[in-house]
């Protein structure tokens, strides 16, 4: 399985900047997408293709990368943001990252 | 409006089984894979099977730690999916989600069914 390593939690101020990365242990070209989890509710994609936005989904969130290393960005953070974010392969099995809490300070 | 409804969890005795049903409406059910995904109490997620369409001839796949114990089918008269469980474990307390796939990501997720595994 393609494992992807993710930072556990951030903790950043509304109107910052905030970078999330996932790393995978082979390249998975740049078949890599990007899901936030609220509490209490299913995750929603935010990014598909590693730098797609999802229709309705605020232009504040983007995606770069392509084989092994991936990084989400919100600029700016705002309040409503404070969810886990996880990326996701599917070079072969799906496989997800841990997730990364992101706090808001 | 894509609709995702899966029913069917509950609380199932160690090594039993349970059948979840995953209900969709508004998109073309055939043109579409299907998925379950789980995420145990405070952990992250974990893709548990696939199913394809008829073009692909319905062909299944398997997470390696659950294979043996999950069987995923689906019933495209009633745009509908559904994953079986047996020989649960405690470790299989979950909630499981249904998610369409479309363009290689899971576009749409249910709101999840909850099983819980225990005596």
């Known amino acids: 399985d393609t494992v992807l390593t993710q930072s556990p939690a951030l903790a950043v101020s509304p109107g910052e900047r905030v970078t999330i990365s996932c790393r995978a242990s082979e390249s998975v070209s740049t078949l890599m997408h990007w899901y936030q989890q609220k509490p209490g509710q299913q995750p929603t994609l935010l990014i598909y293709?590693?730098?797609n936005l999802e229709s309705g989904v605020p232009a504040r969130f983007s995606g770069s990368g392509s084989g092994t290393d991936f990084t989400l960005t919100i600029d700016p953070v705002e309040a409503d943001d404070t969810a886990t974010y996880y990326c996701q392969q599917s070079w072969n099995d799906p496989t997800f990252g841990g997730g990364t809490k992101l706090e808001l300070k | 409006e894509v609709q995702i409804l899966e029913t069917g969890g509950g609380l199932v005795k160690p090594g039993g089984s349970l059948r979840l049903s995953c209900a969709t409406s508004?998109?073309?059910?055939?043109?579409?894979?299907m998925n379950w995904v789980r995420q145990a109490p405070g952990k992250g997620l974990e893709w548990v099977a696939q199913?394809?369409?008829?073009?692909?001839?319905?062909?299944?796949y398997y997470a390696e730690s659950l294979e043996g114990r999950v069987t995923i089918s689906r019933d495209d008269s009633k745009s509908s999916v559904y994953l079986q469980v047996s020989s649960l474990r405690a470790e299989d307390t979950a909630i499981y989600y249904c998610?369409?796939?479309?363009?290689?990501?899971?576009?749409?997720w249910g709101q999840g069914a909850s099983v819980t595994v225990s005596s």
């Open positions: 293709l590693a730098s």
């Open positions: 998610t369409r796939w479309g363009n290689y990501v899971m576009d749409a």
């Open positions: 199913i394809r369409n008829k073009n692909y001839n319905y062909a299944t």
């Open positions: 508004g998109f073309n059910f055939n043109d579409y894979f």
